[in-house]
């Protein structure tokens, strides 16, 4: 009779996200600095664009699911601590 095989098939769709990445780590080096406010700053004025899914999740600080001039007030209040938390 017929024979059926089972046999394992990944499918892997976009870059896996981290499931632990730190906010505000634009750059992933594993620090919030000014560097990241750059890094961010340039690409929501469309100087630099990032592709990397975890560094977009890093990226939105605030919440609003939009990578936008408000991340980049909030991070740079954040770098400069102005304010104490991303949270």
Known sequence: GNVLTTVPVT?????????TVLKGDVNLDGVVDMEDTTKLMRH???AE?????????????TGND?????DVAKLMRYVLKAID???
């Open 66 to 70: 939009s990578i936008d001039m408000e």
């Open 49 to 61: 664009t990032i592709t990397d899914a975890n560094a977009l999740a890093a990226a939105e600080v």
């Open 85 to 87: 938390s991303l949270d």
């Open 44 to 46: 929501v004025l469309n």
């Open 11 to 19: 499918i892997t769709v976009g870059e896996p996200v981290a499931s």
